[in-house]
């Protein structure tokens, strides 16, 4: 069994462990990172603190995003549905039910609803929209057009729905409704609503991450701006919310402290005041 290495003492850092979201937090107001963020993950990496990113995004799609900071980051993809170890060894997948997912994958659910679908190595969405590549030109990553009606169910992490907020939230209760907690759902983005397996989130991730670790949640700062990231706010003992976060992710946390907001680099402001990384 491998053995990770030795953490760096407890007294020698402020933290242990950084984790982060992507969109609305660590990457930028166009869906990039900056040179501020590259140069600062990079220094904490040398003093030996680990990163996780943490994201809804698929694993394919943060991959060369995390070339592009240079660090050898955990990855916790589709909002926890897998998880990755810095070698890209898959550490956790988490498949929604074929059965229930043919059944959300119906049209008939979601009329004038934008669906689309991840499974292990592509993203299936039911008619173009070339608006959505705007936010992964930086990864290159593209959908495939398919008939998700007629998709057998198997292999998906997640199902994306995305349109107005208001439809939204007619289709979340409707589920909330009708598959109790046989099923994880949240909001990535106030257009668009995600379903993953039932207890399937980024903090329960994060949470086995940090046991297998062996990093107390103490010892643990973690940024997001979105109602995805609420679990995994819970679960560090340093929470940080964007100052773009989310109304309901405010209402969950509010008495967390408050980063500057992605488009002023504010992760990496917050970690350079943290750390006294001058310069």
């Known amino acids: 069994m491998l053995r990770p290495p030795p953490a760096p003492a407890v007294s020698a850092l402020p933290f242990l462990l950084v984790a982060s979201d992507l969109d609305g937090t660590l990457l930028d107001r166009h869906h ?33 995003l995390r070339a592009r900071l240079g660090v050898p980051a955990h990855l916790i993809t589709a909002n926890g549905a897998r998880v990755f170890d810095r070698d890209d060894r898959l550490l956790a997948r988490h498949d929604i039910d074929p059965v229930l997912a043919r059944e959300l994958m119906q049209p008939s659910l979601s009329p004038r609803i934008l669906l689309s679908a991840y499974l292990d190595d592509e993203w299936l969405i039911e008619r173009p929209f070339p608006p959505l590549l705007a936010s992964h030109r930086e990864s290159g990553f593209r959908y495939r057009v398919a008939d998700l009606a007629r998709h057998d169910g198997h292999g998906i992490s997640k199902i994306l729905y995305m349109g107005g907020y208001g439809r939204l939230l007619k289709l979340e209760a409707l589920l909330r409704a009708r598959h109790g907690d046989s099923i994880a759902l949240t909001f990535s983005a106030r257009h668009c609503l995600e379903v993953m397996a039932q207890g399937v989130s980024k903090g329960q991730a994060l949470a086995a991450l940090l046991d297998g670790m062996g990093i107390a949640p103490g010892h643990c700062i973690a940024f997001g701006d979105g109602q995805n990231d609420i679990e995994m706010l819970r679960v560090v003992g340093h929470p940080q919310l964007m100052a773009n976060a989310q109304p309901r992710l405010q209402q969950a946390l509010p008495g967390a402290a408050r980063a500057r907001s992605n488009a002023d680099s504010g992760v990496a402001r917050r970690l350079r005041e943290l750390f006294g990384l001058d310069g």
């Open 32 to 64: 990039a990172i900056d040179a501020l963020t590259v140069d600062t993950l990079r220094r904490l990496d040398a003093l030996g603190v680990r990163l996780v990113l943490a994201t809804g995004r698929h694993a394919l799609d943060v991959g060369p």
